[in-house]
């Protein structure tokens, strides 16, 4: 099932459990948590969605900001959304690679800052957080770079 929370497109599989809210690395999307939300349906809800410039969301121009602190802020939106839509759950946030430094830094504002108390937890991913911020200036390439189609699911779980 897929919803659109103001411009991000958000992937949701499953209806039990605790909500585990995903967020990609630098080039990749939603669909690579396509196998994980496989498993975690069947006792979890699991959400995904495309940070800017990423998988079905679309780039507004080729100077978009793809700094931390603008993901940050979008990300900090598309869940408090989600909190609202889903109040029954508690929420485990999962960062991948860039995806990572971004699930910090939003949990971290959303549990410290503004005590949002169901945050349950945080899983980081393969993360090296200065190079995932060193990588963001060459967001728009790559970007580029990304085949527009792939031939199947597993071919595009499968690139990079």
């Known amino acids: 099932m897929s919803l659109l929370i103001k411009g991000t497109s958000v992937f949701k599989a499953g209806t039990e459990g605790a909500m585990f809210f995903c967020i990609h690395g630098a080039g990749l999307s939603a669909l690579s948590f396509a196998t994980l939300a496989k498993e975690v349906k069947h006792f979890g809800t699991i959400i995904a969605a495309d940070l800017k410039g990423h998988g079905h969301s679309k780039k507004e121009n080729q100077n978009d900001d793809f700094s931390i602190e603008t993901l940050c802020t979008e ?55 200065g190079t995932a911020i060193e990588a963001l200036p060459f967001m728009n390439q790559i970007i580029s770079d990304r085949p527009k189609h792939f031939d199947s699911l597993e071919s595009a779980i499968k690139w990079r």
């Open 75 to 129: 990300t900090i939106e598309t869940l408090k959304e989600l909190l609202q839509r889903f109040p029954e759950k508690n929420v485990v946030v999962v960062g991948h690679s860039m995806g990572g430094s971004i699930a910090a830094r939003v949990v971290d504002a959303l549990t410290n800052i503004e005590k949002i108390e169901r945050i349950v937890g945080c899983i980081i991913i393969d993360v090296v957080e």
